[in-house]
């Protein structure tokens, strides 16, 4: 029988409704479930909860699944996009917070929540169909995966707020879901919407995995007292602080700044590397002072030329932070982190100073900290330490990218400084490119 015309439009309104509906359902639903399976629980009941959740979801869906392949012929009963939608917001109705009063944590019923949320957002648009079927088939397609990656993100960003304790492997699966969402945009023809959701889920992904290193450092330190500066040469981007601006005792990584004052004497014509210094060359002493951390030469030179004048050069190169008082050396772990970027850079020192301290560096006979990354990478670093206090600057080589490290830690270890290094090179070398 020959339709009229409003009764074509209404017809075509319903079909597209049905087909937003279930494409945007049947996508929630399965991401419902991964994010409810990968959640981390010790409360059995909770986890009883969202499994009947999941459950009455999956159930409801499948009930509905075949809606997509009717046409407009087969569509006699309006009532059906109206059931499927009551069903699913009384499904949602239902999400509780509440646990057993064994439990000590509630765990948000998260199916629950998606499901509600890809209905309410279907029914929203429905009045808008018809203005989408005016668009391109590849528009529309771009349209829905849009609008479906940032409903995924914003319920990752949300759940990864609402853990109380952010673990590894909670983020790690966090990940997993933007990924995904990221890869079903990327594959549509988008344009700039769909770039647009992209980069969303990419600066999703760096949160997440920033969130990940953080709950990694926070296990390997504890308790103890930390300050961490790194800097990714490629691009020159702090992309990784802890209690950088704070000060600490420099032990002898003020030997870095030793080495550079004496560079400078000599580049401006003061010194040479002849000079005579504790009884030796100049060259010498730098070489003693960076290989096995002799102390005699770095104090010679305080005394000779004074504290003072080494502060000010430590705050011309960009330690601004540094304090070289007598007995009282303290700095932060940014400051550091600037010298040597800059000494990578080779705006520190003219090229053969720069190469004889870098080679210097690379050969001092204290391995067990940042250095204990080879031969996995390159490491020219500086070590300090002063009772329990155990610090390490340095320049890390290697083929995912090289930076700069810059550790201090109080009532420390140098295994606890291996750790950090490895794990912060490992995220690193994971790190997603925005």
């Not at 499901?115 to 429905?126: F, G, H, L, Q, V």
């Not at 981007?237 to 700044?257: G, M, P, R």
Request: aromatic residues 4%; charged residues 20%.
């Amino acid at each position: 029988m020959a339709l009229d015309g409003n009764r074509s439009r209404r017809v075509l309104v319903i079909v597209i409704a049905v087909v937003l509906v279930v494409l945007l359902l049947s996508g929630g639903a399965a991401q419902g479930r991964a994010l409810v399976n990968k959640v981390v629980t010790s409360c059995e009941s909770a986890l009883q909860e969202h499994s009947l959740q999941v459950e009455a979801a999956t159930s409801i869906v499948d009930q509905y699944s075949d809606l997509a392949s009717l046409t407009a012929d087969d569509v006699t009963d309006p009532d059906l996009v109206t059931d499927l939608a009551d069903d699913l917001v009384a499904l949602g109705s239902t999400a509780s917070t509440e646990v057993d009063s064994d439990c000590n944590t509630p765990l948000p019923v998260i199916s629950a929540e998606l499901i509600a949320s890809r209905i309410t957002r279907a029914t929203n648009r429905i009045e808008d169909a018809i203005d989408d079927v005016a668009d391109s088939a590849a528009a529309v397609t771009s349209s829905r995966a849009v609008k479906e990656v940032r409903t995924q993100l914003a319920l990752a960003q949300e759940t990864l707020n609402g853990l109380s304790d952010t673990t590894t492997s909670a983020a790690k699966d966090l990940q997993d879901l933007v990924d995904q969402a990221s890869d079903a945009v990327s594959e549509t023809d988008s344009g700039d919407a769909a770039s647009d959701a992209v980069s969303a889920a990419a600066e999703l992904s760096t949160s997440l995995s920033d969130a990940r290193i953080q709950a990694e450092v926070d296990d390997i330190i504890g308790s103890t007292r930390v300050g961490i500066d790194i800097v990714d040469l490629s691009s020159g981007e702090t992309v990784y602080q802890l209690n950088a601006d704070q000060s600490f005792t420099t032990a002898s990584t003020y030997k870095v700044l030793v080495a550079s004052a004496m560079a400078d004497a000599v580049e401006s014509g003061r010194l040479t590397w002849s000079s005579t210094l504790n009884g030796t060359t100049l060259s010498a002493c730098q070489s003693t002072m960076v290989l096995i951390s002799d102390n005699d030469c770095p104090e010679t030179w305080l005394t000779t030329y004074g504290y003072d004048a080494l502060e000010e050069h430590a705050h011309a190169i960009g330690a601004t932070h540094t304090s070289l008082e007598r007995g009282d050396f303290t700095t932060t772990p940014s400051d550091m982190a600037t010298v040597l970027t800059s000494l990578y850079s080779g705006t520190l020192m003219d090229t053969d100073d720069t190469a004889t301290l870098l080679s210097l560096m690379e050969r001092q006979i204290y391995r067990d900290g940042i250095a204990s990354l080879e031969p996995e990478a390159t490491v020219a670093d500086k070590v300090g330490w002063l009772d329990g206090i155990r610090n390490d600057v340095g320049i890390v080589y290697s083929d995912q990218g090289d930076a700069v490290f810059s550790i201090y830690s109080e009532q420390s270890s140098w295994d606890m400084i291996a750790e950090l290094s490895q794990a912060t090179y490992d995220w690193l070398g994971e790190r997603p490119d925005l």
